[in-house]
């Protein structure tokens, strides 16, 4: 007969219940793409459903240090999305992640194939193993500061520029006014290069075990093959995508051998499904610190985005509106306000400063952290603040003015095109494209670049602790590294949001507060009608399909060339250092 012990025994209720999990690979892939900030509304998720948050990635690596469950870090590296300041505060989550003593993987398809790879490597020099693909190539080759000049190309147009600027580093129109850089101009360009080279070559000196004169000579050689790299020490192997994973997966079942198989996670799904849900407003809760996020050029009015990717505007009416909700929410302890901008409009610029002010007098500190770029305008929404944090590689400064237009008159006539007006004012037509400033208006520009550029740093002065010669002599248009900056007094310490968050919580003195994105306003508070200006849900940006600029479609085009596009704290040129 049979047996039937088996069937007739009991089942166990265990097979129902959770499946033993075991220690997760958390896993990056940063060639998808990083957004700045959560997308704020139902279509722009969906379009940009792909990208990852770069905030979400920075505290995700973070949380996965403080998490027992987390046993490695493998990320496939890629900075075309990331600019500078972002690269370092990435390095310094991985720098935490490895000071737990677990594994942390790079790894690269190529390191600049058809390009520069100065970015992508920095990055990946920070985790504790590189590896490159051994058909790979490593474009450690310098860095490049390039501006392009059109003067001669508008000249044979019979186009001129009238521009007005304070002071001599505000180049921000040198593209159309120049054939090449000016004394100030190349000072300025030159040391913002060699700071930041400088920061890549001591950053892998330090990891690779290598001299910096050693690194600086690879740098002049590169790029580099692949096997050449292994060589030279600047990395630990060449491998492909199957063969890293294999061989992070076994050491983690060499770490914990009694433990259920390895599960690799993507960083950010890790971190939203640990992230707290925000509790209600009772007064005298332990609180939160509140995170403003501000990007984009700095316009009057709301902060726009567009779904489709098209750029972000930083609306002062948005911005102040989140102010406005954190004085009156209980639970906000402290602000940490994220800027990254190249500025914008100086009254939209001073609106947001206000604001800024106005919470950190009400007793809630607030504390400004920069981010790629917080310059001019962008460096001018700082100043209410209690504290400045910026990154060695943020490009800041540019404490200036620049107004510019076009003279298109001989164009015009060139084409046959004539134009006629009445007015009832001698200057009513001034700004107007087909004619020069007369001397009396050119009086009227100037009286209006002296006053914004001595309000400027009056509110500098102030904040900064500095006499006006002192700032004007740190100012005058200048673009500066947070390194120079910090060295120069327009930047407390040095960091990203860590440091922040952690200034923020010494001024409250209220423990350790978690960071929480503000506002976060019920997804149908976008469709109801507005109680009022004071309502939380005024502080969330609106979505358009083209984010606002004054030059429009050709905002990317003004930009290259250097004219201000959004307003006259506006910082120069497009500084894109690769």
């Known amino acids: 007969m049979a047996d039937l012990s088996k069937i007739t025994q009991p089942l166990s209720l265990a097979r129902f219940g959770p499946r033993p999990q075991g220690p997760l690979v958390l896993e990056l892939d940063l060639t998808e793409g990083i957004a700045d900030e959560a997308a704020p509304d139902p279509v722009s998720q969906i379009m940009n459903r792909r990208r990852q948050h770069y905030l979400d990635v920075v505290e995700g690596i973070r949380r996965g240090a403080r998490d027992s469950d987390v046993a490695a870090l493998v990320v496939r590296v890629d900075a075309r999305s990331l ?62 500061l390039r501006s392009t000049f059109v003067k001669g190309a508008v000249d044979k147009l019979g186009v001129s520029f009238e521009v007005g600027a304070r002071h001599e580093y505000k180049n921000a129109a040198n593209g159309v006014t120049e054939t090449g850089f000016t004394d100030a101009h190349r000072e300025a360009s030159d040391r ?9 070559v001591a950053a892998v000196a330090g990891a690779r075990d290598l001299t910096e004169e050693k690194v600086r000579s690879l740098v002049s050689s590169g790029p580099l093959l692949a096997g050449e790299a292994v060589e030279a020490g600047l990395l630990d192997g060449l491998a492909y995508r199957d063969e890293v994973y294999a061989d992070l997966l076994q050491q983690v079942r060499d770490r914990h051998p009694k433990a259920p198989e390895p599960e690799l996670r993507f960083v950010t799904r890790h971190h939203r499904k640990h992230t707290p849900v925000p509790r209600p407003k009772i007064a005298g809760g332990p609180g939160y610190i509140a995170l403003i996020s501000a990007n984009g050029a700095i316009s009057l009015g709301r902060s726009r985005r567009s779904p489709l990717g098209g750029g972000t505007v930083m609306g002062s009416d948005t911005v102040a509106a989140a102010f406005r909700a954190a004085r009156r929410d209980p639970q906000v302890k402290a602000v940490v306000f994220r800027v990254d901008s190249r500025g ?8 947001i400063r206000r604001e800024s002010a106005l919470t950190s007098e009400q007793g809630i500190p607030v504390i400004s952290a920069m981010g790629d770029f917080a310059a001019s305008g962008g460096y001018y929404v700082t ?41 009832t004012g001698e200057h009513a037509g001034m700004f ?57 007094g327009l930047v407390d310490e040095l960091g990203g949001l860590e440091t922040a968050v952690r200034l923020a919580r010494e001024k409250a003195d209220a423990g350790a507060l978690p960071l929480r994105a503000f506002p976060r306003a019920h997804p149908l508070d976008r469709f109801r009608p507005h109680e009022s200006s004071e309502d939380l849900a005024s502080a969330q940006p609106q979505s358009t399909l ?18 201000p596009a959004t307003g006259a704290l506006t910082m120069a040129g497009d500084w894109e250092v690769r």
């Open 432 to 488: 107007h494209t087909d004619r020069p400033f007369t001397e009396s208006e050119w009086e009227r520009v100037n009286a209006l670049l002296d006053e914004i550029y001595e309000d400027f740093l009056a509110k500098v002065g102030r904040s900064r602790g500095m006499s006006r010669d002192e700032v004007h002599e740190v100012a005058r248009g200048r673009v500066w590294t947070g390194e120079d900056a910090h060295q120069r």
């Open 83 to 144: 600019g500078f300041a972002k690269v370092q505060e990435l390095r310094d989550a991985v720098a935490d992640f490895r000071a737990t003593g677990k594994p942390a993987v790079a790894w690269a398809d190529s390191f600049g194939e058809a390009g520069a790879g100065n970015l992508p490597y920095y990055l990946a020099c920070a985790f504790s193993r590189v590896v490159m693909a051994p058909t790979g190539v490593l474009g450690l080759t310098g860095l490049i």
């Open 383 to 423: 100043l209410g603040s209690d504290a400045v944090v910026a990154q060695p590689g943020t490009l800041t400064g540019s404490i200036g003015v620049i107004t510019a237009k076009p003279v298109l008159g001989p164009l015009m006539e060139r084409f046959g095109v004539t134009t006629d007006s009445v007015s």
């Open 344 to 351: 914008g409009s100086p009254t939209a610029s001073d609106a």
């Open 546 to 563: 083209e984010a606002w600029s004054a030059w429009g479609p050709l905002e990317h085009a003004a930009r290259a060339l250097g004219l």
């Open 192 to 200: 913002i290069v060699t700071s930041l080279g400088d920061q890549i």
